[in-house]
């Protein structure tokens, strides 16, 4: 997972990038990075760290201009290299591109492979460089960024949400399935493009709408205008974005996620109404899900659990037999509110089930009677290839089990997942527009080896003027 | 404030401290600093910043030996300096004593003034540094450390949590009134007391109780003792720690902070039971009031507000434009769950009333119809001279000023605070022993100018050995 | 300029490579970076910063495996950009390629366009991604490292030291002119190769000797061949290495720079045998100049100023009226050692005399009462296209003035240069066979709008099995 | 041994200091602290490192006023913790005093004892705290400064430079004996006492003269004044300063150290005139010695020793067998200029002996046909208890070894010391005015179980009138 932005505002663009990347800062700690445009000069200031680490008021007053756009990185396993830090830039012919890419495509290989064919040399193994290969080099040919996304969208696939910056330009564009999140906002004197509202919010900016799967927005001095590059028959969102992903105060598609959490929460309840005393989150993701169990059962919203805000990369981690000691420093049980008491548990999903194991053992080290654990997604039984880093198979504790071996394996007393159907509900745009890869091993883009729910894309040609809409922030408003 | 630790332990110091540390690292992010002994020699490393900035591997490891005592600093105004930090040290005639307190004293003037007439030069302008030359002084002459506690809380007026490391023994006391908190945990291979029974947990110890009020704790690798050194016919417990400053998975003098706080929030219902949408904390504190709420009331519990979890020291503060635009960075409103909504918003405490009318406006902002702002605890109308960095009368909202008016002066639709009494049968140890010099404008000690609750103390002699119990963590637990 | 270095060692590479970059970052102080291979990985680690402050005991553990590449960067102007820190990496068709660079080319514009036009989109605008590239297109074809830089040779005009990590195997090769410097040593398990020998005495290996221009060396785990690649009709060595940038205790293609500039110091008095008290050199860089100085003339060598150690990046710069106070901070005099002396002042050169005015200012402010100023190189007429940062010929203060002028301007009571028939019988190997192109404004390239003096390389074909030649560390040495 | 300054100064004193605290960096690099006095409030910040590691633009900021004193701090054995950082502070009856101390008391035990008794506690095991109480204490009945010092002078025994603040005044004083150097220099508005004078230098001062020993010298924005507290029959300046601990652009007491160290490199020759073909200096603190030997010889200096300037903390110490490889990155050989060479090897002093058998191997590696090793200080034959970190005698290798058994522990072809007289000749001011112990184990205080050559010091009273002279910098000049 990744986190973008684009911003183009008059006033100068490093400052605000800096604090949207800090909204966007959950999307990935491992590297950051801003490309900024002034003259007929790239600016680029990128390294490993967090958005806290890799800048300072210095390197922000170095980023000119008043066009730009950032990147924050998670890593994929064994990808923590200087060198896949975020831009990308691209200098041939006069042009300056910079690209930031949050998503994955599946056909990687397929493109190299072709492209070096033709002998274009790569410098690293990411997708994001293909990404910026294919628009470059289709540039060449056209000179229309309109004319490279349109080759691009059909040479892709998978998933992508990508900002760009051409020379004093910013251009956004999402996949045809609008696999992951990506929208626009108003500011002060300008427009922001990000992954998540919530960096519209730092800004205190005006959210405008979501960038609408298969379009093409540019932004630059003059305003914003987009384009309609590929139509789908169906959408693809990304299901995890909800589930955990996303801040809760993130609005995604039109749908506030701290309301399909809370919803998820009502459904959990109602999908099986035991009595107990405390409806108890694991923190910080579970506590949208608890406060919705708690809001339908009348179970009271009590945490159990409490985290330490101070933890940061610099914790020295002790010895094996310190460790044991001090594995309560992160997350430490509320003794009082859970002894003697029927805890029902609730999290946001189960992965490898270690952490869940682990929570459970100390919540019954602190006396709980009972402990009912309440899962806000379905079991997850299948990897993800579209951008959200899962284990395989072998890893994920649900796959090849069923709920009773993964509760006996968990320890709880009870464990209930949601079922995927009152999980689509909670989102609301119906499962044919989700991808459910994760939940159901069905995906909606052709992966060799999967089951494939096929979506049909359609290239639009020919509308450009027709489709093209210019507005200015505050006129258009949510 | 502060945090206060210290631990004996066979398997060696540097690291449980250093944990313990970190678990009150909420009492005190302006410095840090620890102190051991082995052999002959006394070791201190201690420095401004966080517990993370200031210890690495290497300086932990050179903090060598099986007893120790930590200490973290919350600045009071004006103080910043790197020569307050403690622990402070002791050498002297073959003895090193290492110091390090919690709390403030009312007489510090009257103290310096007597002793440097005597002859004692300070370094500091701190109460630490009176405390441990009192300490030192006394030791002098009788070799006691029995003696030179009592003899020191004689001359001591205010509140004082102390720990202190006389070569290779830890010894603990508490003020006769047990205004800071101060507990006993035991862990692995030794005992540990510290200000917070987190730090017990964060060890993965056993709580075993409280530091009575009047009481001297001893450690050494032989165990634990005590002896009473002082009663008195009233305890005075900060109020402000159950209300604020305590985390909330903290137990004190019995007590469960979380608990407090939620049937404050129960009570605030039933104290004025209107209806409305959602019950919506101030993050973090406000929580567990909000939860008490929404249980009792049935107005369901749901955030409005979301904090970043990613702010540190290091952000960088925009130009004044950029300030106002960025106001949002650390903290966000999910509009989604205020936008039309009747909003209780439920909070600790009001003290300046900046906050909590920059909140308000931001909730107003995202649409809320009504914001009914409830109080955790009764209106803060006096100075803390026991060591809560409180502002003075003309700073604080409520001082001089009725409800209404701190109402309209923050904007919120309606305003009520919890009474005194019901805020005090919410903590349940009666008013007689809590201290609510803030709420009320009366003292358990003598301040010039100010109205005194008078406490009466009696200093216990000759009970030395009838009163001397030891034990072995494991053998004695709550 | 930059400082480069491949090394191949069964016992680990990447401390190694850690310590020859300490060794050259007199060369670049802009950045640093490494590459290793093991397995099928390309391991990099490269920031901005000093070889001190870009690795830790950390990185260098990750960088695995027992062939790999450094590089430390100088800045050459507006450039300071973290994309263009060295090594860059290549990754396609299975191949992995990460090469570094020390030099200039003057055709890079013309070969960027050319393979612009064939579709390779460039990340950066440094020339080294244009030899990557070239070298990468050129293995696609016919996989022999020996073809692609034989082509490569062919298509690049300008200064070229490369060192080149292709999977397991290091090639180190230098321009058929031999511009740059590059040479090669024997350490306990392997070999190294590297811009001067200074980074060979740093591991205590063995100088074997140097690369000879136009020469590929190929090392990897069973030893060291070599192939000439292209043969010319000269040589053209920067003349600028032996006069300034080299380390003094360096053996450039067989010559000691400490020894040209030792005798370089005894020329200058012969040309100009004057009587004084002192021979006073500029520090760190004019002491060997006036030891030979000294040696010559029997005018006692004795230090009239004194350079701070402790200097560093972190100094804080005051502001400009305490920076007038300041500025014998960096760099004091020797009162005592000036006073009423007649001075000879020895320098390396003169670039565009501010810094020797100041100096001169000092040294009369000090008491001199003559300063006889003495320079290492003759007057520096025109710009260097070959990778040494000079300024334009404006900025020149010999560019257009003559030796009357400059000594006017600088202040002194005599200006003498060192003549170019002396520096090139300091070197020893004839002005033929070294580039003087800041000195006379002829460079041995073509370069639009300036004189050439024309070299003429020819590429060997079909000699690659005689001119072979395997060795080990400890059979050949000098 | 350490470093102090103390500076009034109407422009302000942070930023002096600091620049001054750069120029005496050489004298301690373990810790670095200021103290500046404005308004009522005493500000300090000292931390352990480097000055450019403890100061930033944000603490200089904070340390405000227009008077204040700093310290640059070498550890001795076992002495590295953070409570011994200097200035140590003192505050009491209003009083601000801040106290930097250079040098070492002798009867610090005793002094301990006798205060402790009379009821002094003490915070560290440091002289400078000593010191300071023993004033502190003294101003508490007199409230003069004057007498404070004559009182604290009758006491202290040992080499102590001090300079103080008492509050919006700066005082200097130095032993009667006056070990350890003191200077005093005329700054743009104001005036400087420093311990050498290139940190007058630094701020482009004027030096005016040295502190007399017994002396004390007041400075306030008044201007400067002084008295004279103690005479003494004779000085002890401490030899070593001029071997090797000052820096060479310092005058001490009116001796230009460089010149010093010119003329014993003349005298060595002098003292064995034989033929050699290079006079080489072992980096840095050789190279006065080497360059006077040169001229006195004829044999050319030339430098067979490179120093790498990028060494600083942060290098990673590799392991063992690396450490072997990589000992030349430090200190590098100029082969051409030591093989097959008559080298005579020039060094300041041998202490343990461990770094010149070292040197000598590696000259020897190098192919040095002789190594005529010449020593600038006498045998070191007895250890310094007056600020000087030596060694034990049983450390020391001359310490019981006759040279020719020293010669053959090196390694040397030969081996020769400056005699004691040629070395008080080169001083010039008389042996009876130096401090001889490391080199004759006979010191100028009496030290249990150690030779006294008796001083006599008198105290004067009663002069302060007549012997107070005011002046301002510029009036009066050396």
Redesign the interface.
């Known amino acids: 997972m990744c986190g973008i932005v684009g911003i183009v505002d008059a006033?100068g663009v490093s400052?605000?990038l800096?604090?949207a990347l800090?909204?966007l800062?959950?999307r990935g700690q491992e590297s950051a990075g801003i490309s900024t445009f002034e003259g007929a000069t790239l600016?680029?200031?990128?390294?490993q760290g967090?958005?806290?680490?890799v800048?300072?008021?210095h390197t922000?007053q170095e980023l000119r201009g008043t066009v730009g756009i950032g990147h924050v990185r998670y890593p994929t396993t064994g990808s923590k290299?200087?060198?896949n830090v975020q831009p990308?830039?691209?200098?041939?012919?006069g042009l300056n591109l910079s690209i930031a890419h949050n998503g994955n495509l599946v056909n990687t290989a397929e493109l190299?492979?072709e492209y070096?064919r033709?002998?274009?040399?790569?410098?690293?193994?990411t997708d994001t460089e293909i990404i910026?290969?294919i628009i470059?080099?289709a540039l060449?040919t056209s000179k229309s960024m309109e004319d490279a996304v349109r080759f691009c969208m059909r040479r892709l696939r998978g998933s992508y949400s990508v900002v760009a910056l051409l020379n004093d330009t910013v251009y956004a564009f999402r996949d045809p399935l609008g696999i992951k999140p990506l929208c626009i906002g108003g500011?002060?004197q300008g427009y922001i493009v990000a992954s998540e509202s919530?960096a519209v919010?730092?800004?205190?900016g005006t959210f405008i709408r979501d960038v609408r799967p298969g379009e093409l927005v540019r932004i630059d001095e003059s305003g914003l205008s987009s384009i309609q590059i590929a139509t789908a028959n169906r959408t693809a969102r990304c299901i995890f974005e909800y589930i955990y992903f996303a801040?809760?105060?993130s609005?995604i598609d039109g749908t506030?996620v701290?309301?399909v959490r809370?919803r998820i929460g009502q459904k959990l309840y109602d999908a099986n109404p035991i009595e107990a005393d405390t409806a108890c989150p694991v923190p910080?993701s579970g506590?949208?899900y608890a406060?919705g169990y708690?809001?339908r059962s009348?179970v009271?919203?009590?945490?159990g659990l409490?985290k330490?805000?101070?933890?940061?990369r610099?914790?020295?981690m002790?010895t094996q037999?310190?460790r044991?000691?001090?594995?309560?420093?992160k997350l430490?049980?509320?003794?009082?509110?859970l002894k003697d008491k029927r805890v029902v548990l609730v999290d946001d999903s189960i992965v490898r089930g270690t952490t869940s194991r682990r929570i459970v053992t100390m919540i019954r080290d602190a006396g709980a009677a009972e402990i009912h654990l309440r899962v806000g997604s379905p079991p997850i039984v299948a990897p993800c290839y579209l951008g959200v880093d899962m284990p395989t198979r072998a890893e994920l504790v649900a796959s090849g089990r069923d709920t009773e071996a993964v509760r006996e394996s968990i320890g709880a007393t009870s464990l209930t997942y949601i079922p995927l159907e009152d999980l689509v509900e909670a989102i609301g745009c119906g499962e044919q527009n989700l991808c459910t890869g994760c939940l159901t091993g069905c995906y909606p883009v052709d992966i060799p080896g999967e089951k494939s729910c096929h979506c049909v894309v359609d290239y639009v040609a020919g509308t450009r003027q027709s489709d093209l809409s210019t507005f200015r922030a505050g006129k258009e408003q949510s």
């Not at 919010?201 to 205190?204: K, N, Q, S």
């Not at 009271?300 to 945490?303: I, K, R, S, T």
């Not at 430490?332 to 509110?337: D, E, F, P, S, W």
Request: aromatic fraction near 14%; include cysteine.
């Open positions: 006033g400052f605000p800096y604090y800090y909204a800062q959950h600016y680029t200031h990128k390294a967090l958005v806290a680490e800048f300072n008021s922000l290299v200087p060198e990308f830039n691209f200098r041939y012919q190299r492979e070096e033709r002998g274009q040399i790569f410098c690293t193994t910026g290969n470059a080099d060449r500011i002060d919530v919010d730092a800004l205190d801040r809760a105060d609005v506030l701290y309301d809370r910080d506590i949208a406060a708690a809001e009348g009271p919203f009590v945490e409490m330490n805000r101070y933890m940061g610099t914790f020295i002790p037999q310190q044991e000691r001090a594995v309560r420093i430490n049980t509320v003794r009082g509110n």
